[in-house]
């Protein structure tokens, strides 16, 4: 947990306090409901503090950090208490197969929090939406039209486009020093507004740091989360009114581009449809089993974005620092790469899908570096998992990273080292329980095709185009690897690189990318 937290957690422990014993008695026997659960056999835990639980336990770094190193103590299925809240921590192959397998129905739901309430209309987007109807059609709509196969190669163009673009301005900075980090993030963002909206919006860089401040916030390790019965603190700690105005800034932007997408004249073909353009087809042919209103269409596109943007590009970021750290694996992909690119300076999406020493980079990365490595589940019927009892809404929290890091699965498991994935068939969809970056299960990712075109393509053109070099003379071993605080865990500190252009025919091999 970051300082920022930990101070802000330090001011309202002692306030929830004084506001617990001004409570009613009533009040405070409904506080004390879950307490009774732990006289059911729960699986077991650290010894928990009255009112905080192990709140405590997580202060000092991050949470998905220091529950791996509770689970070592107290095993893959491990219960803890934050605030009023009751958590089982799944830190294991096999247990997280348990849950997300064998008991997929019971925990196909997520725990609704505040930022969610308020940002996506009630938890009415795909992500936060309670398992049942509603949820199933969305998630149809989303598998069918907006993320299949089909959707994610009409999106080609525009990929192309702004990788060309990407690699430009990369290149006419010279070999001074780029904040790689941003770039590669703006990249993405720029992709997913066009295959969103049709074109870059006016009011883009807007909507892109709300998106920014709503994934922030959204980790769901807030005070307000932790006691949600005590609705006070929502507005003492100004996080209601900070999701409000961000709402209403998201909510302002979505309702001019939905107008604009409504009032346009000219009909467009299935394959340069954007998404907004799938949504209100549908919402106009009807045959949905419910009416789908603006704020459903709303919710799901800031879904594309919160949830497709940064984890995207976080992978990127962390491939790029992974490599450089290594720097005889950054050379082993440049010259698989550069092979495939020879006389060319690119190749089609089909060719970059076959590069298998770069898949196995991307894997390696993703294994050591989830982009959510907590990922939240709800306990939607009670069940017995283990022999142990898990009462329903209890919230479930599947540490991937730890997972990734389970030494019966892997050998040498802090080590970067790719080759470890050349020869296996592994499964991203979440049949092969120790590696699940993208979850398993009823409520896996549906965007892995769209997630993986916007990494391999960025990240091949990177590493033909350009050799990379670390600022100031830095050495490779001293970059610095710190994880930020998030729902999205990201590089702590931008990572900014020297790029050196690799022009082996002494042409410029940018130029070609126009005929791309
Ligand atoms: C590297 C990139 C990505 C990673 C690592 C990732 C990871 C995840 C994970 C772990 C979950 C939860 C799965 C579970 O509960 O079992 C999830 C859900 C989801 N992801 Fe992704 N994701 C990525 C990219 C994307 C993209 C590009 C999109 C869409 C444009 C997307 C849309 C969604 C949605 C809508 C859900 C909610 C599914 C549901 O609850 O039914 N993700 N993702």
């Given amino acids: ?29 409904q506080t004390s409901k879950p307490i009774k659960l732990l006289s059911l056999k729960l699986p077991p835990g650290p010894w928990k503090l009255p009112f905080i639980g192990n709140i405590h336990q997580l202060f000092g770094s991050l949470a998905h950090h220091k529950l791996f190193e509770l689970s070592k103590e107290y095993g893959p299925l491990m219960h803890i208490k934050l605030g009023e809240v009751s958590n089982v921590i799944v830190s294991s192959p096999e247990m997280a197969k348990e849950v997300l397998k064998t ?29 049942g109807g509603y949820w199933r059609q969305l998630r149809k709509i989303c598998m069918m039209e907006l993320l299949s196969e089909k959707r994610v190669q009409s999106f080609r163009r525009i990929r192309h486009e702004e990788v060309s673009n990407f690699i430009k301005t990369i290149s006419s900075n010279g070999r001074s020093p780029i904040n790689l980090s941003r770039m590669i993030f703006s990249l993405t963002y720029g992709v997913t507004s066009r295959a969103a909206f049709g074109k870059k919006h006016d009011d883009q860089g807007a909507f892109i740091s709300a998106i920014h401040k709503v994934v922030e916030l959204a980790a769901g390790f807030s005070v307000v989360d932790m006691y949600p019965s005590i609705k006070v603190l929502q507005l003492l700690s100004g996080m209601r009114s900070k999701l409000v105005r961000l709402h209403k800034e998201t909510d302002r932007i979505l309702e001019s581009i939905i107008n604009e997408h409504r009032n346009r004249k000219t009909e467009k073909s299935s394959y340069e449809e954007d998404l907004v353009d799938v949504l209100l087809r549908l919402q106009k042919e009807g045959g949905l089993d419910f009416p789908l209103s603006d704020d ?59 590069l298998k020493f770069l898949k196995s980079v991307v894997l390696e990365t993703m294994r050591l570096h989830p982009p959510l490595p907590l990922v939240p589940r709800e306990c939607r019927s009670s069940c017995e998992i283990a022999g142990y009892h898990i009462p329903v809404k209890t919230k479930v929290l599947i540490n991937t990273w730890a997972i990734g890091r389970d030494p ?24 092969d329980f120790e590696f699940i970056p993208f979850g398993a299960g009823r409520r896996v990712c549906p965007g892995i095709t769209f997630a993986l075109a916007n990494i391999e393509l960025p990240l091949a053109h990177l590493l033909y185009h350009f050799d990379w070099e670390l600022p100031n003379q830095m050495k ?20 900014f690189l020297v790029p050196v252009p690799y022009n082996p025919t002494g042409e410029n091999t940018f130029l070609r990318m126009d005929n791309w």
């Avoid at 920022?4 to 009613?24: D, E, H």
């Fill in 296 to 354: 459903n269409i709303k919710s799901v596109i800031l879904d594309m974005f919160s949830a497709g943007s940064d984890t995207s590009s976080t992978v990127v970021e962390w491939v790029m620092s992974e490599l450089l750290k290594t720097p005889s694996t950054m050379r082993k992909a440049q010259e698989e790469i550069r092979q495939l690119f020879k006389g060319r300076g690119h190749a089609d999406d089909s060719e970059i899908r076959e």
């Fill in 476 to 495: 490779h071993e001293d970059l610095d690897m710190t994880e930020a605080y998030g729902l999205v865990v990201r590089r702590k500190e931008d990572l």
């Fill in 1 to 29: 947990m970051d300082s920022q937290i930990f101070s802000l957690l330090l001011t309202f422990v002692f306030l929830l306090l004084i506001i617990w014993f001004l409570m009613t008695p009533q009040a405070r026997v």
């Fill in 408 to 431: 019966k699965y892997w050998t040498e498991p802090e080590k970067f080292y790719p080759e470890r994935f050349l020869h296996s068939s592994t499964d991203l969809k979440g049949n």
């Fill in 103 to 131: 008991h997929d129905m019971d925990f196909a739901q997520r725990s609704a929090f505040l930022a969610p309430m308020i940002i996506s209309y009630g938890c009415t987007n795909i992500v936060f939406s309670p398992y």
